[in-house]
């Protein structure tokens, strides 16, 4: 059973920070690939950046030089390190795991499908920035 329970998610004016945590249990995540990616309201859900099970993290254009995604492996739990956060980085937030350890390309593409590939999901965080 794998589960993951986001939380750290709020509301910030633009320009503030915000740090979202994912705690994962059912695998280790120092050998999976993990993502975060976010979706508002009417629109698709779209890839926000990956851990891959390197230790290297992408991102996607939108967020790149803002958000830092790390990992706690002794604790298990991913970080998502949001700064300069900009109105539309309104959305709601999760994180998730694929069935099976993927390697950095395809872990990389599930970022660029949207969440595509990926198995478990979390319940999401809810992110509001406001101006």
């Known amino acids: 059973q794998v589960d993951l329970i986001e939380s750290g998610g709020g509301s910030v004016q633009a320009g503030g920070t915000l740090r979202l945590s994912c705690q994962v249990t059912?695998?280790?995540?120092?050998?999976?690939?993990l993502g975060w990616f976010r979706q508002v309201s009417g629109k698709e859900r779209e890839g926000v950046g990956i851990?891959?099970?390197?230790?290297?993290?992408s991102y996607a254009d939108a967020v790149k030089g803002r958000f830092t995604i790390s990992r706690d492996n002794a604790e298990n739990t991913l970080y998502l390190q949001m700064n300069n956060l900009e109105i539309e980085d309104t959305g709601m937030y999760y994180c998730?795991?694929?069935?099976?350890?993927?390697?950095?390309?395809?872990?990389?593409?599930?970022?660029?499908?949207?969440?595509?590939?990926?198995?478990?999901w979390g319940k999401g965080t809810l992110v509001t920035v406001s101006s």
């Open positions: 998730a795991a694929p069935a099976t350890p993927f390697p950095p390309g395809p872990c990389i593409g599930t970022m660029l499908l949207g969440g595509i590939g990926m198995n478990y």
């Open positions: 059912g695998v280790n995540i120092s050998t999976y690939c």
């Open positions: 851990m891959a099970n390197t230790g290297d993290p």
